[in-house]
């Protein structure tokens, strides 16, 4: 049974374990939610090839969901200046 075929929230578990255990993703931390035949992936990556490697895994998932891929790229960078703690 593929996702677009399962309970909707079986289809969900099964798409955010494919995108916690993909090495191209190793992604825990991004939302997915079903709507009918359409996934919405939204939360924080970081980098715009991880961001696309999500629509990948859950194309090799469910190739007959569309994917709205509303994930942000928040790439991280050396701290500036020093950090004063009180």
Known sequence: MTPD?????YAVARLRRALAED???AEQGVRVDL???QVYLSGDVASEERKHQ???VVHDI???????N???VVEAQA???REELR
């Open 79 to 81: 701290p500036v200046g």
């Open 5 to 9: 075929q399962e309970p909707p929230q």
């Open 54 to 56: 999500l629509d990948a």
């Open 70 to 72: 509303d994930v942000h």
């Open 62 to 68: 469910a190739a007959n969901l569309k994917v709205h």
């Open 35 to 37: 709507r009918g035949e």
């Open 23 to 25: 090495p191209r993703t």
